[in-house]
């Protein structure tokens, strides 16, 4: 039976190596790892392939997606990325830990907690720059000190999230910055920090070249086990996979035509002006795909294509090489954007190929 079109390939074992060679890599200098499933969705197939890689918490910033994961079956610590002070009940019902930055916020959790008689952990998130969440580092000590009063709430530790909002490095100092926080509240408050969260993909560099980790004991990798590359500059990072997401569409249209749009011009589908290059009559195929399914930007064509432009629901490209008949596939690598998008569209099919050890059945 042919495969339907278009979907997105996802190779389990890949993400579970890929999990695997990084939980290693960390583990080294005794750094443990949380896997970060909202590119996916908290598809449950993924989360076991990372937990099957080692990893020890799976970590989402949609409560949504740690429902979905917990009713299908997954067992692990639950760690909800962003806390939204609305949702405090589901919180406490559906993550273990969550990260958090204001108190009103944990004294509603503190409140839903001693309700359903739960104990719920917290990691504190602290400002070192990037100027997205955060609590600024004078105001830390006190935060945590009253946090800390609040029934059925246990501050574990501490963490930082760099690289996402004002694109701004985790090196050596922002690392050492956080563990002299640590240093200090532990001395300040007479408590013990547990978990000390030092970033996501964008660690890697400082990670490699660190003599010295410091207190920094936990990343929470999305990115790099999923698509094989840190992210402070997308290089791909030695012994992993890229390849674990394919997406895959069908060609409706084959035919040589001019290169050069013929007529007056106006704006386009989306209010944009374009200029085109006359390239003379080239070989053109349009594939049942378009700008409400991807991030078109997000696409690589793994064939010998190029991506000339999209519509809502249609990508032309140059068959340069190759012809592609109508009816034939055409292959696209994925960026991190592209693969949000992919995953969320309904209308493409997701599509499993087996991980050995997963216990939940493939289906999507
Ligand atoms: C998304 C997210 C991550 C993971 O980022 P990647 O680039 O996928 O590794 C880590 N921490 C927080 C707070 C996040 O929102």
Redesign the pocket.
Known sequence: MALLMPRIEVTLSKIRDNAQFLCNFYGRKKIDL?G?S??VLGNPLVAEAMIAGGVKFI?D?RIENIQTMRKAGVLTQFVL??TALSQAESVIQNADIS?NTELETIKELSHYAVQHNKTHQIIV?VELGDLR?GVLPKDLSQFIKDADTLSNIQIVGI?C?L??YGGIKPDNAKMCQLSELTHSIEKDLQINLALISG????NYDWYASAQDVGRINNL?????I?LGYE?AHRKTIPGLDTSAFKLVAEVIESKKKPSLPNGKSCQDAFGNSHQYLDRGIHQRVIIALGIQDVLVSGLSPLDDLEILGASSDHIILEDRSTHFPIGSEVTFGLT?GGLLAAMTSPFIKKHFIGCPDSVLPLIS
Not at 220 to 224: C, D, P, Q
């Open positions: 949380m970060v909202k590119a970590a910033s990325l962003r990260l998130m969440e963490g999230n690289a996402c970033g996501n993909s964008a929470r990798l999305g990115e790099s999923l992210t991190y």
